[in-house]
């Protein structure tokens, strides 16, 4: 195959042209980084894994009628996506409190809330992804006032889908992460769920035992990653073509 265009590198995927105008392939990668990208190590199998559980949650929401960037799925690496302009926020949005919203606000982490919780972060590295209002969204125009009502609105859908498709299973979905991209038709300009959604941007607790099925595991070295991803996709029936784990599972339950 003759070699592709290269569009971006980030810490955890690569973006080349796509085969159509308006198309972008989404390559998976093995690494991992937390604490931005200050931890780092190789995980043997999470690019595959990732690739698998992003189509399989990016398909459901387009099967239910949320719009996302999923087209279809290449290979055990590899998936077709439409290109967008992605706004720079990344959207939170928390059910049990947890991780940065547990330090900054001195709360246990694992406390319910009464009630979804959507935050934003100014996406920028080098600013390590500040926490940002609505007033701060709309002051330096990062998106609309219509934008961020769909936006909300996306947000909030993603989290019922994935948070009934995980309690099906036995997991809880804490929060997770999302980003939103901008795809234009004729006139018109539409916002759709873009990047990936996976246990790289998600936390999943079981909820019998409370064992963290997330990133979590490698930012605070609690085993293997691999093995924890390999466990929500088995019981998401979610398996590469043979039907075999990319790893083999030594969790216990
Ligand atoms: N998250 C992410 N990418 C980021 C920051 C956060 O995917 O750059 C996800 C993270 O995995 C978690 C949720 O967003 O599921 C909330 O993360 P939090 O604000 O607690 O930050 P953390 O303590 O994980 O850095």
Not at 59 to 73: A, K, M
Not at 172 to 184: A, N, P, S, T, Y
Request: charged share 30%; aromatic share 8%; net charge negative.
């Amino acid at each position: 195959m003759a070699r592709r265009k290269k569009i971006y590198e980030g810490k955890a995927k690569v973006l080349y042209e796509g085969p159509r105008p308006g198309t972008i392939v989404q390559y998976f990668k093995d690494d991992a980084t937390a604490y931005n990208a200050e931890k780092k190590d190789v995980i043997d199998g999470k690019g595959v894994l990732n690739n698998r559980l992003s189509e399989f949650f990016m398909s459901g929401l387009n099967q239910i009628g949320v719009p996302t960037h999923f087209i279809e799925r290449l290979n055990m690496r590899e998936q077709l996506v439409r290109s967008c302009e992605i706004i720079p926020l990344e959207v939170v949005v928390r059910n049990v409190v947890a991780g940065s919203m547990a330090k900054r606000l001195g709360m246990e982490e694992g406390t319910p809330l009464t009630r979804p919780v959507v935050e934003y972060y100014y996406k920028d590295d080098a600013l390590g992804d500040p926490l940002v209002t609505e007033e701060h969204i709309a002051a330096f125009g990062w998106a609309s006032q219509q934008d961020m009502d769909d936006i909300l609105s996306l947000a909030l859908r993603v989290n019922d889908f994935l948070s009934g498709v995980m309690m099906a299973v036995g997991i809880r979905l804490v929060d997770f992460k999302i980003e939103i991209g901008r795809v234009f038709e004729g006139d018109f300009q539409r916002l759709i769920v873009a990047d990936e959604i996976s246990p790289d941007s998600c936390r999943l607790w079981d909820i019998e035992t409370g064992q963290k099925l997330d990133k979590d595991v490698f930012r605070r070295d609690l085993g293997n990653l691999a093995d924890a991803y390999t466990e929500v996709a088995r019981r998401l029936g979610v398996m590469p073509k043979n039907n075999q784990p990319v790893t083999k599972p030594t969790l216990i339950n």
